[in-house]
């Protein structure tokens, strides 16, 4: 799936550092790829995009990203199949995203060829970094800032677009347990919540630091105006399990759109699951787990695809949620999504892309 052909300046690296690369042993987002992709919009011009070996680069104090915060990313994965061929999984989806997260910091948007065309050029110099093995991957980092040396307050004249690249591992983790968070919040309407910006980030880890102090390993976000409805969990889409029904809230200008969110529910659906996106209450689900409605409560993001909780804190008291067995929808969805994006099952949605 060629997207529209595009010239970019390649230099290699003359040493290579694969040999860092041991498929057993991955820290995530530790050690990067060969190369890396770079692109400067100057006055509004696109220029020709170079892929050069990774490394550092040199920026003016007065860079207005570092100052004012435009600045935004997307996180996606590539995946070998059993050909030891390269697949991106969904791209199209994280490349509408990101141009929409652009218009809300008021940024440029970026071409696609130079999104997509970028990805696949890097993919298929630095391919031997796409480790193969269960749960490993290649976490692709498409991000841009803006990149005006001016102090003044204004929308950047200048960007930049790179892409890096990270090797990703399995990933070990006990299921959390979550705090509904009651006094900050994520997003609030007419905000920024849909966006993929760094400042959500930023503005999430001090509450996050408070609930991590009380024991809990991540949060539950809910509206900004009642706190009684949920939005997302830390960042990830959340996901409930009741009476057999996928309960997910609707997305909004609060709530990030996604794409695990969006292809679970696919999957959900076409399992035969019933689901339903709603505002879905802190009420209703507390309740829920008390009389054993409730059984499965799961964040759904790429880095994890689903991370099912082990209990919800809520003003002081903890509901633990049963364990989740092989035979739990987020299990089951996991698997399924898994098998599609490694190539292992027939892939009947189109969302696979081979570079
Ligand atoms: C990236 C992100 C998600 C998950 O999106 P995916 O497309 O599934 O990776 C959910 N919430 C927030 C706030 C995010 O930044």
Known sequence: MATDTINI??????????????????????????????????????????????GDVAFNPALSSLHYGQSIFEGMKAFKNNQDEVLMFRPLENFKRFN??????CMTTVPEEIFIGGLEELLRIDAAWVPKGEDNSLYLR?????????????????????????????????????????????????GVGYAKCAGNYAASLYPAK????????????????????????????????KNGKLLTPAVSSTILKGITRDTLIQLAKSMGVEVEERKVSVEEI??????????????????????????????????????????????????????????????????VWKV
């Open 100 to 105: 929409i997260s652009a218009e809300r910091m």
């Open 142 to 190: 498409p991000f841009m800032f803006s990149s005006d040396e001016y102090l003044g307050v204004r929308a950047s004249l200048n960007y930049r677009f790179m892409i890096i690249m990270s090797p990703a591992g399995k990933y070990y983790s006990t299921p959390p347990k979550v705090k509904v968070e009651t006094e900050f919040i994520r997003a609030a309407p007419g």
């Open 286 to 351: 507390i309740e829920g787990i008390k009389s054993g409605e409730v059984t499965e409560v799961f964040g759904a993001g790429t880095a994890v695809v689903v991370s099912p909780f082990a209990a919800i804190g809520f003003e002081g008291t903890d509901f633990d949620l049963p364990a989740i067995t092989e035979n739990s929808l987020s299990s089951r969805l996991k698997n399924k999504l898994n098998a599609i994006r490694t190539g292992q099952e027939a892939d009947t949605f189109d969302w």
């Open 9 to 54: 300046n390649v230099r290699l690296t003359e040493k290579s550092r694969i040999n860092q690369l041991d498929p057993e042993n991955i820290v995530f987002g530790t050690l990067f790829t060969d190369h890396m992709l770079v692109a400067d919009c100057v006055n509004g011009e696109w220029q020709t995009p170079e892929i050069i070996p990774f």
């Open 210 to 241: 408070l609930a991590a102090q009380q024991g809990y390993t991540q949060l539950l976000w809910t509206d900004a105006i009642e706190h009684k409805y949920f939005e997302e969990s830390g960042t990830m889409n959340v996901m409930f399990v």
